[in-house]
């Protein structure tokens, strides 16, 4: 499976962006999909998934109210609208996707990453 991420970019706090993930490759292996993100000198932390069947989501608590996680099975891609965006939210995001089950907040439960795009909400 191979993913290609998009839609980041410089925006203001209180502004709005939209990430897309696209997925290639043995898509039908995928059970679910999300975002996580990485800030300078911090780890990396989990911000939102969606199952592929169901489309059940989840969201940290930093983020809940404020992005919503979506797909298009058609498609093959996953959407993370982000609004009311907030200076700490500056950091790289990281598409990815998992083939089997265990805690989906924790990175290591993803098998096929993307590659980053860079958020950064100025003050």
């Known amino acids: 499976v191979q993913l290609q991420a998009s839609g980041g970019g410089l925006v203001q706090a209180g502004g709005s962006l939209r990430l897309s993930c696209a997925a290639s490759g043995r898509t039908f292996s995928i059970y679910r999909m999300g975002w996580f993100r990485q800030a300078p000198g911090k780890e990396r932390e989990f911000v939102s998934n969606?199952?592929?069947?169901?489309?059940?989501?989840y969201y940290a608590d930093s983020v809940k109210g404020r992005f919503t996680i979506s797909r298009d099975n058609a498609k093959n891609t996953v959407y993370l609208q982000m609004n009311s965006l907030k200076p700490e939210d500056t950091a790289v995001y990281y598409c990815?996707?998992?083939?089997?089950?265990?805690?989906?907040?924790?990175?290591?439960?993803?098998?096929?990453w993307g590659q980053g795009t860079q958020v950064t909400v100025s003050s």
């Open positions: 990815a996707a998992g083939g089997g089950g265990g805690y989906y907040l924790l990175a290591t439960n993803y098998d096929y």
């Open positions: 969606i199952y592929w069947s169901g489309g059940t989501t």
